[in-house]
């Protein structure tokens, strides 16, 4: 039905930037919100940045001035800078999408992108 597909994750050192990209395709009527999501070895799953739709991001404060999400129509973008060790992680792409005007919305997942920051 939806897909999403992520690209942009590798090594990077402290301080340095990257920018993760995720396209969404498929039977989508409308996107209500986009976002990433990260999970570190060990630790559950935790939000980085959610946007609704016209609406402002909401950032995790351990992101906050360092990461933005941009959207381009069906691909959203996470710009990472000022990158620390603890950033390492999976990040993955979520959207919350509408397949036709009489089904309730449902939250889709990417496949993952590591992000490894190290020195």
């Known amino acids: 039905q939806v897909q999403l597909v992520e690209s942009g994750g590798g090594l990077v050192q402290p301080g340095g930037s990257l920018r993760l990209s995720c396209a969404a395709s498929?039977?989508?009527?409308?996107?209500?919100?986009m976002g990433w999501y990260r999970q570190a070895p060990g630790k559950q799953r935790e939000s980085v940045v959610v946007?609704?739709?016209?609406?402002r991001p909401n950032y995790a404060d351990s992101v906050k001035g360092r990461f933005t999400i941009s959207r381009d129509k069906e691909t959203v973008y996470l710009q990472m800078n000022s990158l620390k060790p603890e950033d390492t992680a999976v990040y993955y792409c979520n959207a919350v999408v509408i397949t036709d005007w009489r089904t309730p919305a449902r939250g889709y997942w990417g496949q993952g992108t590591q992000v490894t920051v190290s020195s």
């Open positions: 498929g039977s989508i009527f409308s996107i209500y919100a």
């Open positions: 946007q609704i739709s016209g609406g």
